[in-house]
């Protein structure tokens, strides 16, 4: 699986493996690895895990340097202080297709098999 890196200001905050998503709506999401750099974020994201994070101006790059176009943005949704360190999340929103499946090999086909699957039978 490929890593994705986090940055706020210019400044890796951590990293997600952008393990599941929904592949029509454009959104890919995982368990959100926060480096030390991330305090500095922290209580901002925690303020604004409810709400749209766009203030933030975060940022999500591919291991090749690339930017993910987040259309819908970047959100890390931090409930740290209640469930620890596994209770954060990275959503990356809007990535449009066939960047999608480009960077998520496969989840777009596994979404829409069940549909094309009962076509073929209801033409039957």
Known sequence: MS?????????????????SGD???GVASGKFVPLPSYQEAQPLVIAARDTSQVH???IV????????PAQGGVQIVDYSPELG???????????????????FPGRHA????????GRSKQQK
């Open 3 to 19: 890593r994705f890196t986090v940055f706020y200001n210019s400044i890796p905050i951590g990293h997600s493996e952008l393990e």
């Open 23 to 25: 592949p029509p709506m």
């Open 56 to 58: 933030l101006a975060l």
């Open 61 to 68: 790059r591919t291991t090749e340097d690339r930017v993910l």
């Open 85 to 103: 360190t596994d209770g954060i999340e990275l959503h990356v929103l809007g990535i449009g297709y066939p960047l999608y499946e480009e960077l």
């Open 110 to 117: 596994a979404y829409v098999a069940p549909f094309s699957n």
